[in-house]
């Protein structure tokens, strides 16, 4: 073999070697755009999961926003509507106190009315259901100033009632002309302290048994005891 015949040999294994390469590179270079795209590919939907991910959780956000709103406006309004029963339910109780003071108030207008009458057997009932209560054979008696002559004409008569329902004698009644119950509240004196519409408080002589029986007194327990079938009526249904 000549060198011609070398040379040409070698030139055709190195063009042989270099398409090879070639071929070899273009492979590598295919799979590195492949690889490349689904890397790519994956980044993308990464980033399209991430996006979603954070407007799913704006989204709730503002779902829980708009609930909380919703629930605060609820609580707002019905709030409005308890406070707006319990000014209504006030008002009535405000109006049957100031009902309270007529019945006390007439029998010192007129010297004998109804009103005069109807006052004084009421006192002389509380008396003696007080007595009753108490079970004392002495006892403190305290009414307003305005009330002491009333008081002291019906006692005698409640004593002897207390006395024969409980077949006992007597119970020595003091009536406290030292220290008074408040007065019931007038023009010159309005209702922004303490206040009495009428009735009486007796307590044991040692003070440790004490029986209000003051008309605000029971004017409190019956509201209190009749509050659910107030409420039932004026709003259809017994609020808790």
Do not use: W
């Amino acid at each position: 073999m000549d060198d011609a015949d070398v040379s040409k040999q070698i030139h055709q294994m190195v063009q042989f070697i270099l398409q090879e390469a070639e071929e070899k590179a273009n492979e590598i270079s295919i799979s590195a755009e492949e690889e490349f795209n689904i890397e790519k590919l994956q980044l993308v939907e990464a980033e399209k999961r991430k996006i979603r991910q954070e407007y799913e959780r704006k989204e709730k956000q503002v779902e829980i926003r708009k609930k909380i709103e919703y629930s605060m406006q609820l609580n707002a309004s019905r709030i409005k509507v308890l406070q707006a029963q319990d000014d209504l339910v006030s008002s009535m109780k405000e109006s049957a106190a100031k009902e309270l003071l007529h019945v006390s108030h007439h029998h010192h207008i007129l010297n004998i009315t109804h009103h005069h009458r109807a006052y004084k057997h009421l006192l002389e009932e509380l008396i003696v259901q007080s007595l009753l209560r108490l079970k004392e054979p002495a006892v403190l008696l305290r009414c307003r100033e305005e009330d002491v002559h009333v008081v002291e004409s019906v006692l005698e008569s409640a004593q002897e009632e207390y006395a024969a329902k409980e077949n006992v004698h007597p119970p020595n009644v003091v009536v406290d002309t030292e220290v008074y119950l408040p007065p019931a509240p007038s023009d010159e004196h309005p209702d922004h302290g303490r206040y009495c519409s009428g009735g009486v408080v007796l307590a044991s002589i040692d003070g440790k048994i004490v029986c209000e029986n003051t008309l605000d007194a029971r004017l409190d327990v019956a509201f209190r005891k009749n509050l659910p079938e107030i409420r039932k009526s004026l709003y259809g249904q017994v609020a808790a």
